[in-house]
């Protein structure tokens, strides 16, 4: 089926809702998330772009997807999510689309803001998710510049959305990386990593299947900056790319600096004492 009889008929704004009062309270109790420049969202279809920790668990993106749906917004919103995670959601009829969770795809997020959907999208990716606990306070799309030329292509601003606790919820020893590439992972299933991290209560893991685990209770701090305004460029800018690396280089500058800012003298897990 088309895009717009899955998912501009089937999205339910309402029950959205109803997940995110029964999942949010907790989520935010859990993690003791402190919230920044919510002020910041835009009354106006924008392209939400983020960064997110934690394996499977990934609170940066429950927390903000459940704040934006917690209240009533002039603009809907959907969430692109990784197409096997999506199609494994579907599989288990979970309701993927009631819900406003779209298929990763740069095409589906063009026609959704076309037609008056906000989105979000996380281009880090499952390298996002993986990253080293060492690495838990870095931003990188790495590489992955279609959020920008969807943005360009609806004439829509960025909104970034930077998340800071995540990467605290288990601890990823290794990515998998080359075992991801020297699978076929990466080329048949779009799958770049394969992990080997521990996590809560029973120790060592090894992949993405999800386990008997739960999340750390680490601090969560996510902060909404304000929206990047693209309106000196034109839809056609999205074939340029040197503009496209441009925008991309600066919303990473800002993105970094602000993640410098919340994990300054952060003590993991605790999150700022001082």
């Not at 960064?51 to 603009?75: A, C, D, I």
């Not at 120790?203 to 304000?226: A, C, N, R, V, Y």
Request: aromatic share 10%.
């Amino acid at each position: 089926m088309a895009l717009e009889e899955d998912y501009l008929k089937l999205f339910d704004p309402e029950k959205a809702r109803k997940v995110a009062k029964m999942v949010l309270p907790i989520a935010e109790l859990y993690h003791r998330v402190k919230w920044l420049g919510l002020e910041n969202i835009p009354d106006e279809v924008f392209l939400g772009a983020g960064n997110h920790t934690g394996m499977h668990f990934m609170p940066e993106s429950v927390l903000w997807v459940g704040k934006y749906q917690f209240e009533e917004r002039p603009v809907p919103m959907l969430t692109l999510i990784h197409h096997i995670t999506h199609r494994l959601a579907s599989m288990l009829k979970f309701p993927v689309h009631e819900l406003g969770l779209l298929e990763a795809n740069r095409q589906h997020a063009l026609e959704a803001l076309n037609a008056g959907f906000a989105v979000t999208v996380y281009p880090g990716g499952d390298r996002d998710v993986a990253r080293p606990f060492s690495d838990r306070n870095q931003i990188n799309f790495f590489d992955h510049l279609g959020y920008v030329k969807t943005a360009l292509k609806a004439q829509v601003p960025i909104l970034p959305i930077v998340g800071c606790g995540g990467g605290e919820t288990l601890f990823v020893v290794n990515s998998g990386e080359k075992f991801a590439e020297l699978t076929g992972l990466k080329r048949f299933a779009k799958i770049h990593t394969w992990p080997l991290y521990w996590s809560f209560p029973f120790g060592f893991h090894w992949g993405h299947f999800p386990h008997l685990e739960l999340p750390l209770p680490s601090q969560m701090t996510i902060s909404i900056l304000k929206p990047y305004s693209i309106s000196e460029y034109s839809s056609e800018d999205a074939e340029n790319p040197e503009i496209v690396k441009h925008i991309n280089d600066d919303l990473l500058r800002i993105m970094q600096k602000e993640l410098d800012r919340l994990s300054k003298r952060r003590i993991p897990i605790l999150g700022k004492i001082f």
